[in-house]
């Protein structure tokens, strides 16, 4: 059975961080791939600076370049909205039957997950790899010792699409924090400038 790991995000844009945590937990776990999952704009919810899904999903095309374990997803932009993520996991495992599907997130994300829908579901199909946040203070002693949670110890990354969408505004070179093909999109279109 293949082991695929869902890193979920709205990678706005993806920069090397994600892609550092999904290759090294690629390389240091048992998953056999990472499918970087993008989230869709919430229909219910302001724009302000997201992309259209459709741009998103170029720019995590593009940063997948080059890894072979590393796989871009669209699979919520088929799903009706709002959505949750015990409903995509439900779609995946009906769609794909002979893969098992894992979540991948950091350990902030870890301490609300009580408050996730459905969230006793998930934990009883699918193991959940958690990265570490220096950002996270609070110690997750929320399923701490729970046998689907499997702590990774990936390079902690601090860098946000926040603070690379307002240096791009403010015309600073951001160019390092983002894979070549991802900057050379985001230039040519002229995303986060205004």
């Known amino acids: 059975m293949k082991k695929i ?20 937990i690629a390389e240091h776990s048992n998953l056999d791939e990472i ?14 600076s997201l992309l259209e899904d459709y741009h998103r999903l170029e720019l995590v095309r593009r940063a997948c370049e080059g890894y072979n374990k590393l796989k871009p997803s669209d ?6 909205q709002p959505n949750y993520t015990v409903n995509t996991l439900a779609h ?7 893969y098992s599907f ?17 969230h006793e579901i998930i934990l009883q199909n ?12 609070e110690e997750s002693i929320f399923l ?10 990936a390079p902690i990354m601090e860098i946000t699409s926040t603070h690379i969408r307002k240096a791009i505004k403010e015309g600073k070179n951001i160019v390092p924090m983002l894979p070549d093909a991802v900057w050379k999109y985001i230039d040519e279109m002229n995303f986060y400038k205004k």
């Open 5 to 24: 790991g869902l890193f979920f995000g709205t990678f706005n844009p993806i920069h090397i961080g994600h892609l550092i945590i999904a290759n090294h």
């Open 35 to 48: 499918w970087l999952v993008i989230t869709p704009h919430n229909p219910l919810k302001k724009k302000n």
């Open 75 to 80: 699979i919520e932009f088929k799903l009706p």
């Open 92 to 98: 995946l495992s009906d769609t794909y039957p002979d």
């Open 102 to 118: 894992s979540l991948i997130m950091g350990e902030d994300n870890l301490n609300n997950f009580h408050k996730w829908k459905n």
């Open 126 to 137: 699918h193991d959940i790899y958690v990265y570490p946040r220096i950002a996270n203070k």
């Open 144 to 153: 701490k010792n729970h046998p689907k949670i499997h702590p990774i110890k």
